[in-house]
């Protein structure tokens, strides 16, 4: 038998369904497992708890596949679970054109570790911890069962691999190759997605719904789409009937696409400004001008990587947030947004408060907003819920 044994006390976070067990909580490991193999969770008084994946080189030494004593880590639970989660995306999945949707969404799906989206006929697919990589070839053989999926590719060229001692991957898994592109639809609007040079699976699926409400925002506007990668939220208000969208991202790339995607969406070119630059210099450089917008996206990357730079991100957060409030008049709209986990919406609403003040602003929230539907927040693992962001009308 392959097990760990926790030390007395230790199982309490465990009853409470949390899917993390990490080293300081263990006493014993029997059966010297292998990397990625499932072991039996044992209370320090001997009960079985559950099964979990070993990682033996990440301090979260187990992450839990079940809870339920009785449940075998086997093929049937993989196939289980995928489908599950797959069919509670059925809604997302429906309808005309080719999906863009998050099927599995690792720990919130009873899967950590495995994150699966699909784009059209295409799953992209992330293995990003020791357990999901030693299941892979079972994931992957449920995955092309799925309907309407011609091809498996892998992006697990994340960083957190790492930290697992795995090495960074990138290819086809089963089936056909995705093409360089890969067409979506998103409410009315259509995007190609980079699957396998882009950003994480090649788009922020987290996005959806905001994109789809700054519709309400957009007839008329002046906007600004700040961290734009493929031009997402300036396409969701141009073709809502934005007067202008300007984009700013450092990568040339997603700049490049931001344009093909405007042009397949058949929005008037002269409609579209691009702006290669980094943002908090080309916001100054504006600010200096006297530019001002109506509408005013700020979807930066995760500032706050550790515990130990979190006020260094804040300031980044502060600065980014203060500019944009200076490039904004009276009745002026600002979505902003943080994906950083470790930043609370507690802190992130103080750091856009301090930023208005500071730009002579007052300024209310008038929504807020979280990351989509089909990239769920286990009830007992809050830790999932890291996109927060408030759309903010300035008053004077
Ligand atoms: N809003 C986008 C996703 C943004 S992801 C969407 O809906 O699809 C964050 C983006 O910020 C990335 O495209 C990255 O290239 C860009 N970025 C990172 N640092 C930057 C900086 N200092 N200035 C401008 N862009 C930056």
Known sequence: MKAIILKRGREKSLMRRHPWIFSGAIAGIEGHPRAGETVDILAAEGAILGRGAYSPRSQMTVRVW?????????????????????????????????????????ESDGLPGI???RYGEYLVAQFLTTGAEYWKATVVEELVRLDGISGVYERS??????????PKLAGVLAGAEPPDLVEIRE??????????????TGFYL????????IAEFARGAVMLNCFSYTGGFGIAALAAGAASATNVDSSAPALALARRNAELNGIDEALLENVEGDAFTVMRRWRDEGRMFDVIVLDPPKFAESKANLSRASRGYKDI????????????????FSCSGLMSAE????????????????????????????HPTLLSFPESSYLKGFICRVMR
Do not use: M, W, Y
Request: charged share 30%; with cysteine; glycine share 10%.
């Open 66 to 106: 079940s809870f339920d004593p009785q449940e075998e880590i086997t093929s049937a639970f993989f196939a289980d679970r995928l489908s599950r989660a797959a069919e509670a995306r059925g809604a997302l999945a429906a309808g005309e054109g080719p999906p863009g949707v998050r099927l599995v969404n690792a």
């Open 115 to 117: 994150i699966v989206d």
């Open 157 to 166: 060229d994340a960083d957190v691999r790492e930290k697992e001692g795995l």
């Open 187 to 200: 409410g009315p609007c259509r995007f190609l997605v980079d699957v396998k040079r882009g950003h994480k």
């Open 206 to 213: 987290d996005q959806r719904e905001n994109r789809a409400a």
């Open 321 to 336: 947030n203060l500019l944009a409030f200076r490039l904004l008049g009276p009745g002026g709209i600002l979505f902003t």
């Open 347 to 374: 802190l992130f609403q103080k750091i856009v408060s301090d930023a208005a003040l500071d730009a002579g602003c007052e300024a209310q929230i008038i929504r807020r907003l979280a990351q989509a539907s089909d």
